[in-house]
């Protein structure tokens, strides 16, 4: 059974389930693909049960609005109080404040549940958690807690110390979600982050703790440098234990999608052990030399992907990351590129995907870039 961590008067599982990106039908890119295959969508919903797994996590936009209904059908066979429940609001997709009611309802209906567990402002910066304040949504969400409707408010977070100073102060948070990798412990500021919160007595969860595969695919010289330290142990291993080995996150949330990811992420928080001073030393030189790479830092969660010109955004970052880090030779990169139906040279720099981007990435620019490296 995977480890567990004390919250409040219970435990949480220290693996999470992500819902992003669950195994499909059809070989669409995951995150847009609503085809999602039910039967082995429940095989890993069962395998992370029955191994322990408690926490489940979605949101409304995940495979184009089919997630929340897929986790909430397959949680329905087991006991309500033997597993928590994780929802968000898109206040993005609110144009006034009936909208958040109307949401959180269809939320409901769509997981055939009475209520969440957790329930988060999805991907919070000032100017998203401004519109929150402004439609009322801390003040709704305590009065669902009210009705027993919502257990655990929070918030997931995607920008700068100083918002997050500024979110942190406005309200009493049960817990907090930020991405946080040995990559983005100093690109994105996670270890400031994580001192906020900590420092705040907020728990944390983890998103995106292999930066969307990018830790699980490593380079050569990186997967030789992991398995001469520990012989037999995975990439997505390292990065898994990098995040878990700090004190105050509660669980790693991962986007599993095969039985394969699902028993290595077992075995890694089975008897959970952390990483010592000097593994902690080694992910720090792994990011280094991930560095010195130039990759883009996008981690496909295609937030981006509702381009009105149709450029596959997410799709082009990551055959040119494969060039970067020597995955793929730059013949072969053009080679990839050329099959993208959506290539870059169809962006009209109209700004939209980068308001999007989680990441911060000026995508618009890099598209120029990329289209003449990759062409």
């Given at each position: 059974?995977?480890d567990?961590?004390?919250?409040?008067?219970?435990?949480?599982?220290?693996?999470?389930?992500?819902?992003?990106?669950?195994?499909?039908?059809?070989a669409?890119?995951?995150?847009?693909?609503?085809?999602?295959?039910?039967?082995?969508?429940?095989?890993?919903?069962?395998?992370?049960?029955?191994?322990?797994?408690?926490?489940?996590?979605?949101?409304?936009?995940?495979?184009v609005?089919?997630?929340?209904?897929?986790?909430?059908?397959?949680?329905?066979?087991?006991?309500?109080?033997?597993?928590?429940?994780?929802?968000?609001?898109?206040?993005?997709?609110?144009?006034k404040k009936?909208?958040?009611?109307?949401?959180?309802?269809?939320?409901?209906?769509?997981?055939g549940?009475?209520?969440?567990?957790f329930?988060?402002f999805h991907?919070?910066?000032k100017?998203n958690?401004?519109?929150?304040e402004?439609?009322?949504?801390?003040?709704?969400?305590?009065?669902m807690?009210?009705?027993g409707?919502?257990?655990?408010i929070?918030?997931?977070?995607?920008?700068?110390?100083?918002?997050l100073k500024?979110?942190?102060?406005?309200?009493h948070?049960?817990?907090?979600?930020?991405?946080?990798?040995y990559?983005?412990?100093?690109?994105?500021?996670?270890?400031?982050?994580?001192?906020?919160?900590?420092?705040?007595?907020?728990?944390?969860?983890?998103?995106?703790?292999?930066?969307?595969?990018?830790?699980?695919?490593?380079?050569?010289?990186?997967?030789?440098m992991?398995?001469?330290?520990?012989?037999?142990?995975s990439?997505a291993?390292?990065?898994m234990?990098?995040?878990a080995?700090?004190?105050?996150?509660?669980?790693?949330?991962?986007g599993?999608?095969?039985?394969?990811?699902?028993?290595?992420?077992l075995?890694?928080?089975?008897?959970?052990?952390?990483?010592?001073?000097s593994?902690?030393?080694?992910c720090?030189n792994?990011?280094?030399?991930?560095?010195?790479n130039?990759?883009?830092?996008?981690?496909?969660?295609d937030?981006?992907?509702?381009?009105?010109?149709?450029?596959?955004?997410?799709?082009?970052?990551a055959?040119?990351?494969?060039?970067?880090?020597?995955?793929?030779?730059?013949?072969q990169?053009?080679?990839?590129?050329?099959?993208?139906d959506g290539?870059?040279n169809?962006?009209?720099?109209?700004?939209?995907?980068?308001n999007?981007c989680?990441?911060?990435?000026?995508?618009?620019?890099?598209?120029k870039?990329?289209d003449?490296?990759?062409?």
């Amino acid at each position: 059974m995977v480890d567990k961590r004390k919250f409040k008067d219970t435990e949480v599982s220290l693996l999470g389930l992500g819902t992003m990106r669950l195994p499909c039908k059809t070989a669409l890119k995951r995150e847009n693909n609503p085809m999602i295959d039910y039967k082995k969508g429940q095989e890993l919903v069962d395998l992370a049960y029955q191994n322990g797994v408690n926490y489940f996590d979605t949101a409304y936009m995940y495979h184009v609005g089919k997630s929340e209904k897929f986790i909430g059908t397959a949680l329905k066979k087991y006991p309500r109080d033997t597993y928590f429940l994780a929802d968000k609001m898109p206040i993005w997709m609110c144009t006034k404040k009936s909208d958040v009611e109307k949401i959180f309802k269809k939320q409901l209906e769509r997981t055939g549940h009475d209520y969440f567990d957790f329930y988060l402002f999805h991907s919070m910066g000032k100017e998203n958690f401004d519109k929150c304040e402004k439609y009322g949504l801390y003040d709704f969400l305590l009065e669902m807690k009210k009705q027993g409707k919502v257990k655990n408010i929070g918030f997931s977070f995607h920008s700068n110390i100083p918002d997050l100073k500024y979110i942190v102060e406005a309200h009493h948070w049960d817990f907090a979600q930020i991405q946080m990798n040995y990559l983005d412990w100093k690109n994105q500021d996670a270890e400031n982050q994580y001192k906020i919160l900590t420092d705040a007595g907020i728990p944390v969860i983890v998103m995106e703790p292999v930066r969307g595969g990018q830790l699980a695919n490593v380079s050569d010289e990186i997967a030789d440098m992991f398995e001469k330290a520990r012989p037999g142990k995975s990439a997505a291993s390292w990065a898994m234990k990098f995040v878990a080995s700090h004190d105050n996150v509660l669980t790693v949330l991962s986007g599993m999608n095969s039985p394969e990811q699902m028993l290595d992420n077992l075995d890694t928080f089975t008897d959970f052990v952390p990483l010592s001073d000097s593994e902690m030393k080694i992910c720090e030189n792994a990011a280094a030399m991930i560095n010195k790479n130039d990759v883009i830092p996008c981690t496909g969660c295609d937030y981006c992907g509702d381009c009105p010109k149709e450029v596959k955004i997410s799709s082009i970052f990551a055959t040119y990351n494969k060039v970067k880090t020597g995955e793929l030779t730059i013949p072969q990169g053009k080679e990839e590129y050329a099959k993208i139906d959506g290539k870059a040279n169809l962006c009209v720099a109209c700004g939209k995907c980068a308001n999007h981007c989680p990441q911060g990435i000026a995508i618009p620019e890099k598209m120029k870039e990329l289209d003449y490296f990759l062409s």
